[in-house]
């Protein structure tokens, strides 16, 4: 007839199991479950669809469908410069940013947008292939819009637009 071992060896053998246990597990390969995909947020694409529609507006050189995307108190920053108002902006650069919009060819490479209450932004990545001075040149462009829910829909409140020549590849 076997006896059981003492009472503090017992207890030690029991830890031993887990523990030899929990480093097996441990050491085994994790199979990660892929996530969900997540659902868009309906607010968050229709901000991004205010943006397409204000970019579609400048292309096709509708100027006032543009303007009333725009917030009146927007605010463009360009290049080290500064629309303080939609008022402003018809004024100034309006005509100039639908003239290049026409004649620019614009890859989206990636676009995103986010929603926190009220405000939503809109940043965009985009390829373009336009001229200057008579020769192709291709950019990289980079655009941020903020936009404010309001009772007429999304707003644009501002704009910021940054872009940089890509060189060829020797």
């Known amino acids: 007839m076997q006896t059981a071992p003492p009472r503090p060896i017992r207890a030690a053998l029991i830890l031993a199991t887990v523990l030899f246990a929990a480093a097996a597990a441990a050491t085994e390969p994790r199979v990660e479950q ?5 659902l ?6 229709a901000a991004a669809a205010v943006a397409e529609q204000f970019h579609n507006a ?22 080290g410069h500064v629309e303080r108002s939609r008022d402003e902006y018809a004024a100034s650069h ?4 639908m003239s290049y919009a026409r004649t620019a060819q614009a890859t989206v490479k990636s676009r995103k947008a986010e929603v926190a209450g009220e405000l939503a932004w809109v940043a965009s990545e985009s ?22 829910n309001t ?20």
């Open 34 to 38: 892929p996530a969900a995909p997540a």
């Open 151 to 170: 009772p007429q829909g999304w707003r644009i409140v501002h704009i910021h637009w940054s872009s940089r020549e890509l060189k060829p590849a020797p």
């Open 58 to 79: 400048l292309q096709r050189g509708q100027g006032e469908a543009a303007l009333q995307l725009l917030d009146p108190a927007v605010q463009i920053y360009e290049a």
């Open 127 to 148: 390829e373009v292939q336009t001229e200057r001075q008579g020769k192709p040149v291709k950019l990289a462009s980079l655009e941020t819009l903020v936009l404010k």
């Open 40 to 45: 868009p947020d309906p607010a968050a694409t």
């Open 94 to 97: 309006l005509a100039a940013d």
